[in-house]
């Protein structure tokens, strides 16, 4: 099992960008999905999760801005981020928690993906 994570880049404060993270290998389901964040010199930052139903939650600092979303059929999940800040500014990685059997699963993470917010 692989997550890949795209869509970032850099962006003028204001701007918007969607991330994108795709599983791929021998899935057999996917529950919570997750996007973290990690800004040079700090921990990982909890950004927004959604879970399999599709019922999302967000962190105080996004809230209001981002919007999560996943499409169950094709193993995605995808991060809309509206009005960036430069304190946006970090590698946003995917987590998700994969069954690779009915009792068989564990968390993978993707590799990250940069994104950049110029003031």
């Known amino acids: 099992v692989q997550l890949q994570a795209c869509g970032g880049g850099l962006v003028q404060a204001g701007g918007s960008l969607r991330l994108s993270c795709a599983a791929s290998?021998?899935?057999?389901?996917?529950?919570?999905m997750n996007w973290y964040r990690q800004a040079p010199g700090n921990q990982r930052e909890w950004v927004a999760s959604i879970t399999s139903g599709g019922s999302p939650n967000y962190g105080d600092s996004v809230k209001g801005r981002f919007t999560i979303s996943r499409d169950n059929g094709k193993h995605t999940m995808y991060l809309r981020m509206n009005n960036l800040k430069p304190e946006d500014t970090a590698v946003y990685y995917c987590n998700a928690e994969v069954m690779v059997g009915p009792n068989t699963g564990r968390p993978y993470w993707g590799e990250g993906t940069q994104v950049t917010v110029s003031s």
């Open positions: 290998g021998s899935i057999f389901s996917i529950g919570v």
